[in-house]
């Protein structure tokens, strides 16, 4: 699991700085109107933003694949059956049914937020940013959002792996206490 967690780690880190030109510079003039200067820098970089792009679409379908089996094996595999288990032990086990609820919506609003966040930068792709440098240039501000929402659920989602851990935790001290 550590292993997997400093893959995924290594793999997030490298998308980062990799895009970390591309992004700052569009999120820093974001307030600022585009000059003509501005507007020949994209038409110049073109074809290296597209080839940035794409390599970030191809890591970031990977990546969705390999988190969303993940976060789904978690929720059908750990968090149901073992629900399931406590119910029918008629132990108290109401934090973790709600975490599990919790976990489920968000997980949902991670995949719908992943596909509007695909389908955003899948029409950069297809965009011509040397004919169109505004519009590319708007259309990557639009995809950052999306991925930065699709980042945040990620971050909700470990958020709630722990505080079910932490539910389980405290029901396995108090068996314990029990026996």
Do not use: W
């Amino acid at each position: 699991m550590q292993t997997r967690r400093f893959i995924l780690f290594t793999i997030c880190s490298v998308m980062t700085l990799s895009l970390a030109g591309l992004f700052s510079s569009v999120h820093a003039e974001s307030t600022t109107p585009m000059d003509s200067a501005h507007v020949e820098r994209i038409r110049a970089n073109c074809i290296d933003a597209q080839s940035s792009l794409s390599r970030i679409h191809a890591s970031d379908a990977l990546l969705r694949v390999n988190r969303g089996q993940l976060y789904e094996s978690i929720l059908t595999r750990l968090m149901a059956p073992f629900n399931a288990r406590v119910s029918l032990n008629r132990l108290d086990g109401v934090a973790l049914v709600t975490t599990a609820a919790d976990y489920e919506r968000e997980l949902d609003q991670f995949r719908a937020s992943y596909i509007s966040y695909e389908e955003s930068l899948s029409a950069l792709l297809t965009m011509n940013c040397a004919n169109q440098p505004v519009a590319f240039y708007d259309g990557v501000a639009d995809a950052r959002a999306k991925r930065d929402i699709v980042h945040n659920h990620t971050i909700n989602l470990e958020s709630m792996i722990k505080a079910y851990q932490a539910s389980f935790e405290t029901l396995a001290k108090t068996i314990e206490v029990t026996k």
